[in-house]
């Protein structure tokens, strides 16, 4: 970040977003956090994710911030011109539909680009091209699939993992592939499609896994199953029910674990001389560790563990991060007004430019706010605009 213009990377850069759930939003929220103009559009009734309950109720708010909101109508011919218009001025094209929904628009790669040469086309997608093309996909199908949900779960259970993980990763993904496209640009003066997809996603997540198969000649065995490589690696009940993860990697940390918890006897121990000594008798130690740990209190363990670097974590439930005094102190947090006015503390990108973080610059767009800002922009009246968005009343041209 240029502290002294306070420009951000991507001003000047006009992205069109046209896409709804986490992938496309995350892509074009990054692209908006980086100083991009990005401009969502919506129907008039607005996105369907701003009305999602239970474990839906979080993604509108999450990945649409510092966005512009148009409503267009595109089941009408006048509603599908004006997009196509406002894709002309565009430098990026987002979408995250599934495959045939652009090309019944006329907003396909191939009839944009006609259009808009310059315009960089990223769509984010279940699956590359091939023979899984044309199925539909989510972040829970691709984790059955790609291996992830098997590697969470114990055998015989395959679990997907808690966040919408391949969604998320897929939009960062869609973002580094525009980010690389506009500096090609600079020089060839033109635009590329840029794909990226949940099932290539989260193979790239198995992939260590897959490479562990092919070194070894073994199969990874899914997390709870699995042989840990080092002996003090797990989660421990602490005094009065609490849960922290503990781990001595290296011989150092095992030496300052058990001068902590007063286990020199384990330190004279020759069965425990070496980690792969330690390995071999895991069960036993760490039954023996979590009696000592059992009598503990994570508030005493914590200083005592972070000044002998010891690797640790208390087991913190979503909702807790709100307080957490790292977050509270380091500005990873920050104040996000939401479209109905109410504020909420959101985290921000986890990425600092010159020391500082990338900030809500405006609040949660309402549906449709900014509509008739930007299509009269485009050349269109009042009430040219009241009929495709269905959401302004005619005003004065």
Not at 60 to 65: D, E, K, L, S, V
Not at 169 to 191: S, Y
């Amino acid at each position: 970040m240029n502290t002294t213009t306070n420009r951000l990377p991507l001003d000047g850069i006009r992205v069109v977003e046209m896409s709804h759930m986490v992938m496309g939003p995350t892509c074009g929220m990054i692209l908006a956090d980086l100083g991009a103009e990005v401009i969502k559009v919506e129907p008039p009734r607005g996105d369907g994710t701003r009305r999602l309950l239970g474990t839906g109720a979080g993604f509108f708010r999450t990945f649409n911030r510092n966005k512009k909101s148009v409503a267009l109508d595109l089941d009408t011919a006048e509603g599908r011109e004006a997009l196509r218009r406002l894709v002309d001025t565009a430098d990026v094209f987002v979408e995250n539909f599934k495959p045939g929904r652009m090309a019944s628009l006329a907003l396909d790669y191939e009839t944009v680009s006609q259009r808009n040469p310059k315009v960089i086309y990223v769509s984010h997608k279940g699956f590359l091209n091939g023979p899984y093309q044309h199925r539909l996909a989510l972040d829970e199908v691709v984790q059955m699939m790609a291996g992830l949900a098997y590697m969470t779960g114990p055998v015989g259970r395959p679990l997907r993992a808690g966040s919408s993980v391949n969604d998320i990763m897929g939009g960062m993904f869609g973002a580094i592939g525009v980010l690389a496209a506009l500096h090609e640009r600079r020089d060839t003066g033109r635009g590329r499609e840029i794909q990226s997809a949940l099932f290539e996603n989260c193979v790239l997540l198995s992939a260590q896994h897959m490479q562990q198969f092919a070194a070894t000649g073994v199969a990874a065995a899914p997390m709870p199953e699995r042989i840990s490589a080092w002996a003090v690696y797990d989660v421990f009940t602490l005094a009065g029910g609490e849960q922290m993860f503990i781990a001595a990697t290296g011989d150092g940390q095992w030496r300052a674990l058990c001068n902590i918890l007063g286990r020199s006897d384990l330190l004279t121990d020759a069965r425990l001389a070496t980690n792969n000594d330690r390995v071999l008798l895991r069960p036993w130690l760490l039954g023996t560790l979590g009696e000592t740990l059992a009598a503990r209190s994570g508030s005493e363990l914590a200083p005592l563990f972070e000044r002998d670097q010891i690797p640790f974590a208390s087991i913190t439930k979503p909702e807790a991060l709100f307080d957490d005094p790292h977050l509270l102190q380091s500005g990873g947090l920050a104040e996000l007004t939401l479209d109905d006015g109410s504020r909420t503390a959101m985290p921000l990108l986890p990425i600092s430019l010159d020391g500082e973080r990338l900030q809500p610059r405006q609040p949660i767009a309402k549906i449709g706010e900014h509509t008739d800002a930007v299509l009269r922009e485009l050349g269109y009246s009042a009430a040219d605009i009241a009929r495709m968005s269905h959401t302004a009343q005619p005003k004065a041209a």
